[in-house]
């Protein structure tokens, strides 16, 4: 079984300061994790995704996350927030099987991402 | 890059008619798709997934003959709200994914509201 526990339900920072967006999983296997962004009533964007390669992923807009095993953590973060940057904020995890198909993804509560002018 | 297209993006219905929300893979075959609903200011929770030309398989809870889910080739899969009931009012949003270029590509969604 998987599952994903995002800390924050609500970050809020000033424009032009760094942003960190918290996430843990719990997986069986060796998991692959995701960030999605979703504007409001929008679909949602990838913004990076880690599947066994390299621990430190970068994203787009200058996001990217750490996978550390050890922590079973994905954190998030961005050196320095945009007005844009203002949107909900999932961690994701899919437990499938090395080689095997596509299992659904279980999402986070998600993390309500408020900048400050 | 993959692209899914998912219509309508919204719709509004009356109680008791059924509701088909499409969802195709542009420029891809989906091996699986996934069909995914969110509550407002909540997460997206999986409803079901479904491989091309099998039955769906629905996660607990959720009512099969409710959400009639059809994968009838590897580009489109769509969902039948049937019978739909103010509390069937939410985001849908499909998901597409496909082994040759590994990764979940989302549609932009479908609000419904049942009235």
């Known amino acids: 079984a998987q599952s994903v526990t995002q800390l924050d339900s609500h970050v809020s920072v000033s424009e032009g300061t760094p942003v960190l967006l918290r996430c843990n999983y719990s997986?069986?296997?060796?998991?692959?994790l995701f960030w999605y962004v979703q504007h409001p009533n929008k679909g949602l964007q990838l913004l990076l995704k880690y599947t066994s390669a390299a621990t430190l992923v970068k994203g787009i807009n200058g996001f990217e996350a750490e996978f550390k095993k050890s922590e079973t953590s994905f954190h998030l973060t961005k050196p320095s927030a945009h007005m844009s940057d203002a949107a909900e904020y999932f961690c994701v995890v899919s437990d499938h099987v090395s080689g095997g198909g596509a299992d659904g993804l279980t999402f986070g509560k998600g993390t309500h991402l408020i900048i400050q002018p | 890059g993959a692209v899914v297209s998912q219509h309508p993006s919204w719709v509004i219905c009356k109680s008791g008619t059924s509701v088909k929300i499409e969802c195709r893979s542009l420029d891809f075959q989906a091996t699986t798709m996934f069909w995914y609903r969110q509550f407002p200011k909540q997460s997206l929770m999986l409803m079901a997934t479904s491989n091309e030309g099998s039955k769906a398989t629905y996660e607990q809870g959720v009512e099969k003959d409710k959400f009639l889910i059809n994968h009838a080739s590897l580009t489109l899969s769509t969902l039948t709200v049937t019978s739909a009931h103010p509390e069937d009012s939410s985001f849908y949003i499909c998901?597409?994914?496909?082994?040759?270029?590994?990764?979940?590509?989302f549609g932009s969604g479908t609000r419904l509201t049942v009235v």
């Open positions: 997986s069986s296997y060796s998991p692959s």
């Open positions: 998901s597409a994914w496909a082994a040759t270029n590994y990764g979940y590509t």
